[in-house]
């Protein structure tokens, strides 16, 4: 079975400052990795994805990713957060035929 | 092009009725998915529609939930004789290939039952 761990609830950040969210999975084969945002009253957007190659991704907005097999995980970044990048971040990971598990979201709250 | 749309947006209902969600997804894309997301969880899936394939219901938490999809494109999620629980933000999703494709979620139905 595939999982995904967000283990921050929220973040908080000032505005300008570098934003690092960690999101660590579990599946037995390399795994198909995602990062969604969802802002307020909105659905979820796809910002980047892993299937495979470079392990460093860039994505939508100014934010990467970088998966790292070792650590099971695949944290999201981006080196100066905008006032706009406050919503909800999902983690999520699939491979396989399987049908993408979501963690439970990361808040992210800028302070201007 | 348009994206995924729901409707409603919002629905009230009271326990014990029944409800409709619709959603429209993105023409051509032949994967359709309903996931759940209740405050402060994560998205929770509910079924899962590929083509003309049996759909995966494998998420449907009782038999309360039903959801059909015609003509490969509209897809209607029902759920019977609410309870309190079920209230929730109902998202749909849809994508071109096989899971675990990209997927492109509507804004979503807030169902809240009194």
């Known amino acids: 079975a595939q999982s995904v761990t967000q283990p921050d609830i929220h973040i908080t950040v000032s505005e300008g400052a570098s934003l690092e969210l960690r999101c660590n999975y579990s599946y037995g084969a390399t795994p198909y990795l995602f990062w969604y945002v969802q802002s307020p009253g909105q659905g979820l957007q796809l910002l980047l994805k892993y299937f495979s190659g470079d392990t460093l991704v860039q994505g939508i907005k100014g934010f990467e990713a970088e998966f790292k097999r070792s650590q099971s995980s695949f944290n999201l970044r981006k080196p100066s957060v905008h006032w706009s990048d406050a919503a909800e971040y999902f983690c999520a990971v699939g491979g396989g035929s399987y049908i993408p598990t979501f963690g439970r979201g990361t808040s992210l709250i800028v302070h201007p | 092009g348009a994206g995924v749309s729901q409707s409603p947006s919002n629905k009230v209902t009271e326990k014990g009725k029944d409800v409709e969600l619709r959603c429209d997804p993105i023409s051509g894309h032949t994967a359709l998915y309903w996931y759940r997301q209740s405050l402060g969880q994560g998205l929770e899936f509910l079924i899962y529609f590929q083509g003309n394939s049996a759909p995966d219901k494998s998420g449907l938490p009782s038999d309360r939930f039903s959801a059909e999809r015609t003509g490969g494109s509209v897809s209607t999620l029902t759920i019977q004789r609410t309870q309190q629980e079920d209230s929730a933000v109902y998202l749909c999703?849809?994508?071109?290939?096989?899971?675990?494709?990209?997927?492109?979620f509507g804004p979503g139905t807030r169902l809240t039952v009194l």
């Open positions: 999703a849809s994508s071109i290939g096989l899971p675990p494709s990209e997927q492109f």
